[in-house]
């Protein structure tokens, strides 16, 4: 079975630019998760979507950061302008269930974003 | 939300039982106790989950007492491949309720 899939993979750009990231979650699961991993910071959760509806975007940054999830299948994290605190290994999680469940939720291997 | 306490760091031996202890003196009655491992440049994995008692799967063991402030992820038999950043999680899935803490690195030596 495929897994949550990202790409890309690795992304390295200069700041100002804008950055789009996508994650196309497991097939079935209609909770998807943006998470941020720093060495600092550790893993962080930017914004978790239930049913393609945004349940929880405290976690975005600041104004810079948007997501999306048009369909079931897709999501995206756009970054505009970047900045080199972006600097981060973004993931994408998805699981199945309702708003609050105690099923798992599967990751994808990430996205390591750079900016110069 | 719950928070979790567990050592930032273990070391052990290939062939050798390991047990990651993970405090949680807050956890509410309708949290769950997850934990995930991950390996560098991967992301986290799940490996097992309980409410309460005993959970065993092909890959670990969970200990949870009866008070659940604690829970005991069980490894049998390590090998190098073990090797990674553990981490315990309270909470239900959804949102905020459910954060990574830093987790327990893991050296597994021949």
Request: net charge neutral; aromatic share 10%; charged share 20%.
């Amino acid at each position: 079975d495929a897994g949550v899939i990202q790409s890309p993979r690795h992304e390295v750009t200069e700041m100002g630019q804008e950055v789009t990231l996508r994650c196309k979650p497991i097939s079935g699961h209609n909770s998807l998760f943006w998470y941020r991993q720093t060495m600092m910071r550790g893993l962080e959760l930017l914004i978790y979507f239930n049913n393609n509806v945004p349940i929880d975007d405290s976690g975005m940054p600041e104004d810079r950061f948007s997501a999306k999830m048009p369909n079931a299948s897709f999501s995206t994290l756009k970054i505009q302008p970047s900045e080199p605190r972006d600097s981060a290994v973004y993931f994408c999680a998805s699981r199945s269930g309702a708003v609050k469940s105690n099923q798992p939720q599967h990751f994808g291997d990430g996205t390591r974003l750079s900016i110069l | 939300l719950a928070k979790t306490t567990q050592p930032i760091s273990m070391d052990s031996y290939e062939g050798q039982e390991v047990n990651i202890t993970c405090s949680h003196n807050n956890i509410a009655t309708n949290d769950y106790i997850t934990w995930y491992q991950q390996f560098p440049s991967q992301g986290p994995r799940f490996i097992i989950q309980g409410y309460k008692t005993k959970v065993t799967n092909e890959v670990a063991s969970l200990f949870i007492p009866a008070d659940r402030k604690s829970s005991t992820l069980s490894l049998p038999r390590v090998s190098l491949s073990d090797t990674a950043v553990y981490y315990c999680l309270v909470g239900l899935n959804a949102g905020n309720m459910l954060t990574f803490g830093g987790g327990t690195r893991l050296m597994v030596k021949p």
